[in-house]
């Protein structure tokens, strides 16, 4: 059966990608076009040192960007699904309204308020803290800072579902057979939300690879991510064959760290899947 | 055992949930709190527990005031109405929990768990986690989590709410058991007002965060001291009237459709009263009694095995239940008089206002 939903998959996912994995095996002409002779050349490109250094500043930013949004979101989950006044919704609100707006108008707005003539120097100068503006812009520190400010909704919301289905009664349970708040926690509370967790981490670290905007915005060229190097190829790089590849490996990677998420009895519909 | 003294409880500014109550729970006694949702019999039960705080009033175990201690601290234990297990553990696990907490040896816990499992009939279970059991194997688990505690005090929020009724039977019957062989004190909670009479040593009823009565289920059942308590525990036949005339223990009393009588203490003439009389209590005749000048309309008979159960209406429409043993001799359908033994009702002071207004016009009306 070939139904509306399947052609909707074949045109605007499976041509894509398609083009994109043939893209990765052709080559350039001297005039840098695009011509369809098979090489592996692109592919072998991909283990240049600097490449892979990047690759692994993209990891490093990326784990550092899930375990701070885990930190942070993790509280504010809890105070979200254990609020029961009327404040509940504007906590919900204040995650979800970010996430409605465009993330890049966000990221300039990061750069316009941390700059050397920024809100917060300008704020420094005037209450006599500092005398000289700070340096806050183009470092790992800042795009990391980005990454959370982009992602952090990623991650209370499936931790916020978690914490909300967990049985209020459980704790108290907990409580009745002589465990304190913080064995509580450990015992109950942490294992039951693991699958809020799970995902929320995986929703944060996966994009976390690609959203080069926030390195090119913020990270002044200080910290590039695989998407930096992806963008380049497409971009001034001209060489669209070089960026398939390292798409089709952003993908490979992509689909490792869902297999692995569904391995460990992750559950794919807190994924959106 | 368990003393509750003077506690009050309300949230912010609305009604009292519980309002002055007062109750002593003695050693090994099964203490049922019972009433209608929403009577204040879990919150009761919560603020033993330490899941909440009593607005005023203090409540003591032991002797020792336990309101300074938290929920973790106090040596009371309780099965919850959902169960409440732990779905990410084993069945061992969770009846190890409060062990495992206390920092018991291993060998120990694994000795205590594998007794408390074979007395509520769960050996074997050790391995299987709680959504591979039946609801009544996880109350038993729930059962042996709190008890291997030992705990001074088992509190029980309507444990066998979820259990169909063959099932909530037999649980009826071995936690009762259980109870007697651990010779532990039980408060449970429950609205089932069979279930409290099978079980209980002794009943508080509540009603809108009041205790209206406590007693053996027998003094409930046959002496309630109020409305609320005759018409919540089983059935019975309530006759609205105020007293006419007082005689010693002999108290006569008018109501809507005529006078009837009972006996009891403490009556004054005028006063409002209720007088309540189990269907079973209930006689009927074809002549007046004396005493006794109801009529009443026999509407239905049914045979219910042992028992033959008759419909009568009085003249103002209120139904009358009766209850006979089946073969006794019945007079035929029409019209009946009603009367009892005069100990066999129940005489209750009544404060309806309502009723009063009510009554006095209609002896108004027939003066005139």
Known sequence: ?273 | MVEIIGVNKRYDHSNYVVKELNLDIYEGEFLTLLGSSGCGKTTTLRMVAGFEEPTSGSIKVNGINIDNQEAYERSVNTVFQSYALFPHMTVFDNVAYGLKIKKIKKDKIRESVTEILNMVQLGGFEKRYPSQLSGGQKQRVAIARALINQPQVLLLDEPLGALDLKLRKQMQLELKQLQKKLSITFIYVTHDQEEALTMSDRIAVMNSGILEQVGTPAEIYEKPVSKFVATFIGETNLFEGYVEKVDGQDVSITIESGIISASGEGFTEKELVAVSVRPERMKYSTVPVEGFTVEALVREQVYIGSILKTLAVLPNGNQIKIERLAGQEVPGTGKIFLYWDKADAKLIHSMDQVFFDKISNVRMGEEE
């Open chain 1, 1 to 273: 059966m070939v139904g509306p939903v399947t052609l909707w998959l074949a045109f605007f996912v499976a041509v894509p990608l398609l083009y994109v994995f043939v893209m990765s095996f052709c080559s350039l002409d001297q005039n840098y076009n695009v011509v369809f002779a098979f090489t592996l050349d692109n592919y072998a490109r991909l283990a240049d040192v600097n490449y892979i250094a990047i690759y692994m500043q993209s990891l490093l930013i990326a784990f550092l960007t899930t375990v701070i949004c885990l930190g942070l979101a993790y509280p504010f989950a809890f105070l979200i699904a254990r609020t029961v006044s009327k404040y509940k919704g504007v906590l919900y609100m204040l995650v979800v309204i970010p996430f409605w707006t465009n993330s890049l108008i966000r990221i300039y707005g990061w750069r316009t308020f941390l700059g050397a003539n920024g809100w917060l120097n300008n704020a420094l100068i005037a209450l006599g803290i500092i005398s000289e503006p700070l340096d806050l812009l183009f470092s790992k520190a800042t795009t990391i800072l980005g990454m959370v400010y982009c992602l952090i909704p990623y991650m209370v919301l499936p931790l916020y579902t978690a914490i909300e289905k967990l049985d209020k009664n459980l704790l108290e349970a907990s409580a009745d057979l002589g465990a304190k708040k913080l064995t509580t926690y450990r015992k109950i509370v942490i294992p039951l939300t693991a699958s809020g967790i799970f995902s929320g981490s995986i929703m944060v670290f996966i994009p976390c690879l690609g959203l080069f905007f926030v390195s090119d915005i913020l990270g002044g060229g200080n910290s590039d991510i695989i998407g930096n190097l992806i963008e380049r190829q497409f971009q001034s790089g001209n060489n669209w064959p070089l960026g398939s590849a390292l798409s089709i490996i952003l993908i490979a990677v992509t689909l490792l760290l869902v297999k692995l998420y569904q391995k460990c009895g992750g559950d794919m519909e807190s994924l959106g899947v």
